[in-house]
């Protein structure tokens, strides 16, 4: 094979991650670069040239490059998005202002805060107006064009979100629009709804492609620069972008579409608990991320990744398909306070990397969960990051002293503890809300423990949740990155038509569908996808008459009545599931079909670990747990061959990692080099 190395680049806030494949050899390595904030793309260079050295691979020899990036989330989270403006049809142009009138606190007496992307004087209203059904009710007034362009052009603006009312079920007003403002304002990003979300619910519509727009702009810089940087390093391979949704989409794409990038990293991390599943035929796993700031929640039901159709950020609707992913306030800089009445909280404010925790010696002088950890002697000060940094004890002994343990009247040792157990517990809250809200019971359920910071928590909240395994998988600190080396290349189509769910609605029914499944064709034979390696897969919205939200329910197969039938059934047993109730006796609605067309890729393969000769200790040293000191076995992860078997306590260490399996639990090495941790019978019971 001339090209035999597949990479996963993966840049966080803090880290650049890569996972690098070898097809001559079978093998997968991990590394981590800084990520640069200021231009992502030196990063990303910097990572693979240095893989290159340190691994022995040639630039040339890399054949497909997976890249996953926070760049479209941090940009909407900091406000770094492109002057845009909203045209909408003439008399809706406060539909972003208006929302759907939900409070959070339905107690309060002020208004609360939410954020419009674009304010009302850079929202435009034309004449035109689609109805329902798709007929045109106002034709397209395009006098008013060159008016609008002349204000748009007045106000300097990089980006243009169109969202018509009833566009989705006719989007001719939308694309004349378009094209009719791209030949008045060259150089101007223009986005329209019915490309990017072609279904009802204005508020959200609109909501998901002024976002696009806003973002455009930014993906594509970021897109020209990788691009420069990558051809001066006469380095050429594929490049795919991961989506929210966990497939792989090309630049240009991610360029016309950013909005789908806003989980591209984090979405790599449930792909890849979705192939943990499967290698260990455990198919129910959770999958908790652990990093410096947050921990991000998915779950694997059946061995399948949970799917949503609309997510959120920063309390902006987003309606696209995305990996549902839940992230809270909780990672190893999270800062702990004592508040006045003598409460402990843990986050979600966070030290970040600078200063940081008090233990990185920068500056810091708030207590974190990190400060905690190495104040227990769980994290060896010496060998963090590999030894690569020092961390200070002593400082952060004294921001806890400072801080928690003299407030509150206890030891170093207790007040630590006791901000371990309240991080454990936010943490522990988030995984529950994941699961009930879904109908599960969390003992179904095995956990999947990875980021940084993830591996000293596991256990402790897998005992919180009920639960009696963990899974500690390879490389760990990049398992994102190892997620989306695996990607396919995946479109999501949409067509909202709300229809009786009734024999007599098939006709129609089978038109929406064939004409997505065409369309999704379509898209693949672009992505050059051969015929054998297309699938497509059908799945309608299904909803009770009179309800505001609705359920998706695979929908595979020929469209008739059998098919009816089982989509009813799956309906009838998902709103059981959901909401501990269903009426098979009410009319039931199809919303909307949906098409999802995947290009399959060639995978690499699965290693297994070869089997060595038990376990060697690399030393023990004493470790506060249960609330006292104890002599604690300390373990190299490299020297732990495969079917080796330790009770804990213990400490198992690796580069960018370190694991806690306490005492009752029992760490077992499978044959895909995963660590799997058993509870004692006795103690789950």
């Known amino acids: 094979m001339n ?28 590394y981590k670069t800084p990520t640069t904030p200021d231009d992502p793309s030196i990063g990303f260079m910097t990572g693979v040239t240095e893989a290159s050295a ?96 002349a204000r748009l052009r007045a106000d300097s603006v990089e980006a243009v979100a169109i969202c018509l009312m009833n566009a989705y079920a006719n989007p001719a007003h939308e694309r004349a629009l378009k094209s009719l403002l791209a030949a008045a304002l060259p150089g101007v990003s223009i986005s329209i709804s019915t490309d990017v979300v072609a279904e009802m619910m204005e508020y959200e519509r609109s909501a998901t492609v002024t976002l696009n727009a806003l973002l455009t702009p930014v993906i594509a810089r970021y897109l020209d620069r990788l691009s420069a940087r990558m051809k001066d390093a006469a380095f050429a391979p594929p490049l795919y972008l991961i989506q ?25 991390g449930a792909m890849a608990t979705a ?8 198919p129910n796993l959770v999958g908790v991320d652990m990093g410096g700031t947050s921990l991000d929640v998915c779950v694997v039901a059946d061995g399948e990744c949970a799917v949503v159709n609309e997510g959120e950020i920063d309390g902006l609707p987003v309606r696209v398909p995305m990996i549902e992913i839940r992230t809270i306030g909780a990672g190893g800089g999270s800062i702990a306070n004592v508040d006045v009445s003598g409460r402990l909280s843990v986050g979600p404010k966070s030290a970040g990397a600078a200063p940081g925790p008090a233990c990185y010696g920068k500056g810091g002088t708030a207590p974190t969960v990190t400060d905690a950890n190495v104040a227990l002697r769980r994290i060896d000060p010496d060998y963090f990051l590999g030894g690569a940094m020092s961390l200070d004890g002593a400082a952060a002994a004294t921001a806890l002293a400072n801080h928690v343990a003299d407030p509150l009247g206890l030891g170093v ?34 956990l999947v423990s990875f980021g940084g910071a993830g591996g000293l928590h596991a256990c402790e909240l897998a005992a919180e949740l009920g639960l009696g ?35 007599e609605s098939l006709g129609g029914l089978r038109d929406v569908a064939q004409a997505l499944l065409a369309e999704g064709d379509v898209l693949l034979e672009a992505d050059k996808v051969p015929p054998e390696a297309r699938v497509c897969h059908l799945a309608a919205d299904l909803r009770y008459r009179g309800q505001a939200f609705s359920l998706t329910v695979q929908a595979d197969g020929e469209v008739d009545e059998a098919w009816l039938t089982a989509i009813l059934t799956d309906f009838h047993a998902l ?33 297994e670990v070869s089997a060595g000769g038990g376990a060697r200790e690399k030393g023990a040293r004493q470790v506060w747990l249960d609330g006292g ?24 260490e690796e580069t960018y990692s370190t694991l806690l399996a306490p005492a009752a639990w029992t760490v077992r090495v499978a044959p895909s080099g995963d660590l799997v941790a058993t509870r004692d019978v006795k103690e789950i019971n």
């Open 629 to 652: 000191w104890r002599e604690v076995a300390i373990f190299d992860r490299d020297d732990l061959a495969v079917g080796t078997q330790i009770a804990g306590p213990m400490i198992i």
């Open 3 to 30: 090209t035999p190395i597949r990479i996963a680049v993966d840049i966080g806030g803090t880290f650049t991650d890569l996972q690098i494949y070898d097809s001559r050899s079978g093998q997968a390595v991990a």
């Open 413 to 446: 040792e207790a007040a630590a503890e006791g901000v371990l157990a309240v991080a454990n517990a936010n943490m522990a809250a988030a995984i529950k809300l994941s699961l009930f809200e879904k109908g599960f019971d969390p003992r179904d359920f095995a």
């Open 275 to 282: 192939r943990v599943a499967a290698r260990l035929s455990m």
């Open 244 to 268: 929210s949704n966990g497939g792989a989409a090309t630049p240009q794409q991610a360029a016309d579409q950013p909005v789908r990038l806003l989980l591209s990293g984090p979405s790599g």
């Open 575 to 607: 709103h059981l599931q959901r909401f501990a109730h269903n009426d098979l006796d009410c009319p039931v609605e199809i919303v909307t079909l949906r098409v999802q067309a995947v290009g399959v890729l060639p995978k690499p393969k699965d290693g």
């Open 469 to 503: 395994t963990v899974v500690f998988p390879c490389d760990p600190g990049t398992f994102s990155a190892d997620g989306i080396l695996y990607s396919d290349i995946v479109h999501d189509l949409a067509r909202s038509r709300v229809t009786a769910a009734m024999p």
């Open 54 to 149: 340190r691994f022995g691979f040639a630039l040339s020899d890399v054949g497909l490059v997976m890249h996953g990036t926070t760049i479209a989330t941090n940009a909407t989270l900091e406000d770094k998005l492109a002057i845009g403006a909203l045209v909408t049809t003439r008399g809706f142009t406060d539909v972003l202002e208006i929302g759907r009138h939900v409070r959070r606190d339905i107690y309060t007496l002020k208004s609360e805060r939410r954020r419009v992307l674009v304010p009302r004087r850079r929202r435009y209203g034309i004449t035109e107006r689609m109805r329902a059904d798709g007929s045109v009710e106002t034709p397209l007034a395009a006098s008013e064009i060159e008016e609008l362009a």
